[in-house]
C-alpha cells in the first residue's frame, strides 16, 4: 500500500511558475514509475509527466513539454513537478501517480496509487 500526499497548488498569473510536491509513504517508493496527471472541469484526466523508477527517464505530454520538469527523490520519497511559462489551460487538479506497470500515460492503471490531488489556477 502507498499513500500519496500532493502540496504545492494555488492560483497563479499566466506565465508564473509553481512547483508541486507529492510525497509517499512506503519503503518501496524508489521502485515506482511516478507520474503527474490532471483533469479540468468537464474534461478526462489526462496524462501529464511520468518519471522511471530506475535511471529517472522522464516522459511528457506535448502540450506541457519544454514548460514542465518532473523530478524525483527517492531518499525524501517525493516526486516533483516544477510548472514555468503556466498558461490558464494548464488550469486543473493535478494528481500525484505511483505506478509498478512500465506502461507510460496510463489513466485506467488498475495496480497503481492516486492521490487525492491538488488545484492550480492559472489567471489570465
Known amino acids: 500500500q502507498v499513500e500519496l500526499v500532493e502540496s504545492g497548488g494555488g492560483v497563479v498569473q499566466a506565465g508564473g511558475s509553481l512547483r508541486l510536491s507529492c510525497t509517499a509513504s512506503?519503503?518501496?517508493?524508489?521502485?515506482?514509475?511516478m507520474g503527474w496527471f490532471r483533469q479540468a472541469p468537464g474534461k478526462e484526466r489526462e496524462f501529464v509527466a511520468t518519471?522511471?523508477?530506475?535511471?529517472?527517464?522522464?516522459y511528457y505530454a506535448d502540450s506541457v513539454k519544454g514548460r514542465f520538469t518532473i523530478s524525483r527523490d527517492n531518499a525524501k520519497n517525493t516526486v516533483y513537478l516544477q510548472m514555468n511559462s503556466l498558461k490558464p489551460e494548464d488550469t486543473a487538479v493535478y494528481y500525484c501517480?505511483?505506478?509498478?506497470?512500465?506502461?507510460?500515460?496510463?489513466?485506467?492503471?488498475?495496480?497503481?496509487?492516486w492521490g487525492q490531488g491538488t488545484q492550480v489556477t492559472v489567471s489570465s
Open positions: 518519471i522511471r523508477s530506475s535511471a529517472g527517464r522522464t
Open positions: 501517480n505511483a505506478d509498478s506497470s512500465p506502461i507510460i500515460g496510463n489513466t485506467a492503471c488498475k495496480v497503481c496509487y
Open positions: 512506503g519503503r518501496t517508493f524508489s521502485s515506482y514509475n
